[in-house]
């Protein structure tokens, strides 16, 4: 295979774009931290207690969400150490499984994972910001909160085409206000409410205990920890502080998470935590009354946005990514010199997640429908990276690892353990209950597969190199 540069390929102009190690340790927790603590555990806290018996359960697994995360990060920790580029599991699947296996899984982010993600953390702030500024729509409930969730979806989206600064900044203030607002609600709810009463045993029979569902719902609070990857290419010192921020950031937000709840279940009580929809906003209002629901409602807001703005930031680089490596989707590996952006990209995954919206938004709980829609593809393709420690040891042993998995093979079987049963998990608890949008999710897999197929036949003249430690541009056989 030959080198060469012709000067009408469209991926020249990318590669001399180069991504520059402007971000420490600190800076890379924060990413981590900010993208994982959106407002899931607003949302989710009351979903998970009300399939759980008691407060001991839903704190022990909200540790144990937070172990099966770590174990994640610390497989992820070799793999961005030896493959430190930008693009994160699209670079990993296509090492390990070839071509193919990057671009099924590019369109599954595409077209499920990476909307339905957005879509989700946008319904929770369309939740809380409809506390503070009701909507009036003529139809259904839900009409309102999408029309919140898409107009944030847009605004956000709209932000990053500006510019890499715009969103850097809004990313960094809104993270500073999550963490602040959770750091309040620990506070009020272990020092200033007076706490529950001893609550009464109830003379109706209890919820069902589900583990599948709570371990569902914990695991998707913890999503986002992976995303590290995507700015490895970035870090100042990778072979160091991506292992670092991997588990301290893990850890950081395993403590917080656990913290809150204990707050959440002394200031309203586990039954009380059960009931309520707004858990935060309901904690707050004991103390502050309905300034206090306004306040954090708003808090609430500014860190759901955050995590919408973040994963906006990080899904746009790995359809980057894909463009360059394959014809089909060329326009969107072009790279804004300007904004220092992919503006095509950005748009285009704005528009596919306004349709995810609107589409599955009209109907009972967009939240819900959207996380049984992501859920299956989300924890298979994880599954393969987990699984892609062990390919990429074998199929390139010389490749330096400055870390080397602990406890392997342990750690990673562990790993994809836990993704296994995640998938089942979420399979039969769409069977079971009905929830057809795992259908959908599966039906756009099968299309990506018959599209990657004939994106094999027709081969670029011209692709980003898929070797270890190479960026360079090579031409296809």
Known sequence: MNKVTPPTAPSVSSIAVQPRKELGLFDSICIIVGIIIGAGIYK???????????????????????????????????????????????????????????????????WVVRPGSIGMMAFVFATYAREIFPLHIPGAPQFSLMAYAMGAIAVLTLINILG?????????????????????????????????PAEKVPSVDPPPFDLRLAMILVLFTYGGWNEMAYVAAEVRNPTRNILRALVLGTLAVTAIYVLATVAFVRGLGFVGVQKSEVVAADLLRLSMGDFGSKLI????????????????????????AMGRDHRVFKILGSWDPQRSTPVWSLLVQGVITLGLVAAFGWYQDGFN???????????TFFFLVGLSLFVLRAKYPDVPRPYRTLFFPVTPVIFCGSCLFMIYSSVTY??????YEALWAIGVLVVGMLVAALAALWQPRVFVAQEPNKGKIIQQP
């Not at 759980?52 to 150490?81: D, F, H, K, Q, R």
């Not at 969103?167 to 009020?188: D, M, R, Y």
């Not at 409602?297 to 973040?310: T, Y």
């Not at 429908?369 to 924890?379: A, E, K, R």
Request: with cysteine.
């Open 44 to 110: 989710t806290t009351p979903s998970i207690a009300s399939v759980l018996p008691n407060a001991g359960w839903l704190i022990a697994v909200w540790v144990l969400g937070g172990l099966l995360s770590l174990v994640g990060a610390l497989c992820y920790a070799e793999l961005a150490t030896a493959f430190p580029h930008a693009g994160g599991d699209y670079v990993f699947l296509t090492r390990a499984y070839g071509r193919w296996m990057g671009f099924l899984f590019a369109w599954c982010e595409l």
């Open 164 to 196: 890499v600064r715009e969103g850097k900044w809004t990313q960094n203030l809104l993270t500073v206000l999550k963490v602040l607002s959770l750091a309040l609600i620990f506070v009020v709810g272990m020092f200033v409410v007076p706490g529950a």
């Open 297 to 320: 409602a708003l808090i609430i807001c500014i860190s759901a946005l955050g995590s919408v703005n973040g994963q906006i930031f990080t899904g746009a680089r790995v359809y980057y």
């Open 369 to 379: 429908n959207l996380l049984n829609f992501t859920t299956p593809v989300f924890w």
């Open 430 to 435: 769409a069977i079971q209950h009905r929830t």
